[in-house]
């Protein structure tokens, strides 16, 4: 099954097997795959894999989400953060966007850099700020934008990144929000909104079933 290119009309039931379409802000459903974990299951979303079509309205919904924290600058986190930055920028009204990124430069500073890993890539690196970029996010109210906030452990990265330039974010944007495990990490004053939430999933009789009480409390659309 080809997944990540268009909307369903609706939402399907549980239990579910190898696959869920989820809610979306406008009541249509994005299917989405399931990664069994052992003992619990969760979405999968590769935003970069996506069609455009879907990238789009997934980019306004966060947009739509962001629009109250009155961010003036948006910082994407690498690598699928990218994808969806210059979309949420573009539809806030920016005129640009600003890039954390993995690869380092020759002119590109320690001081500007944090180690990251990550649930779903392997090992440790770090993630650099280019310092000739730096003006663009001082004094300013940034908000930093990935594609999935799972256990929480790139976007924790991304606010030490900021942190090394003075900067606290008005709050975390991402495109789906994947159940509650990065909640008890997370600083409460740094508001996370999504296009949309998921829960984990616990195995049930016939497949894998939602579990209600880990869709996360997130700020969204409409």
């Not at 650099?128 to 109210?141: Q, V």
């Amino acid at each position: 099954m080809e997944f990540w290119q268009r909307f369903d009309p609706a939402p399907d039931r549980a239990p579910h097997q190898g696959s869920m379409a989820v809610p979306m802000p406008d009541g249509s459903a994005l299917r989405l795959p399931l990664r069994d974990y052992g003992g619990v299951a969760v979405t999968g979303l590769i935003v970069n894999q996506a069609s455009f079509a879907v990238l789009r309205r997934i980019a306004g919904w966060m947009a739509e989400a962001a629009r109250p924290l009155g961010a003036e600058v948006v910082c994407g986190l690498p690598t699928l953060g990218h994808a969806l930055a210059p979309l949420v920028a573009e539809a806030l009204g920016h005129p640009n966007w600003v890039a954390a990124g993995y690869s380092r430069k020759r002119w590109y500073e320690e001081g500007l850099s944090v180690p990251v890993s990550s649930s779903t890539t392997p090992g440790e690196r770090r993630m650099w700020l280019a310092p000739r970029i730096l003006s663009r996010l001082e004094g300013r109210r940034v908000l930093l934008v990935d594609d999935v906030i799972s256990t929480g452990s790139s976007a924790l990265a991304g606010l030490a990144l900021l942190r090394r330039v003075g900067v606290r974010p008005v709050g975390l944007c991402v495109a789906m929000a994947q159940g509650d495990r990065w909640v008890p990490s997370w600083p409460a004053d740094v508001p996370v909104c999504a296009a949309f939430a998921t829960p984990l999933l616990r195995p049930g009789e016939g497949g894998w079933v939602p579990d209600a009480a880990t869709v996360p409390g997130v700020l969204l659309p409409g």
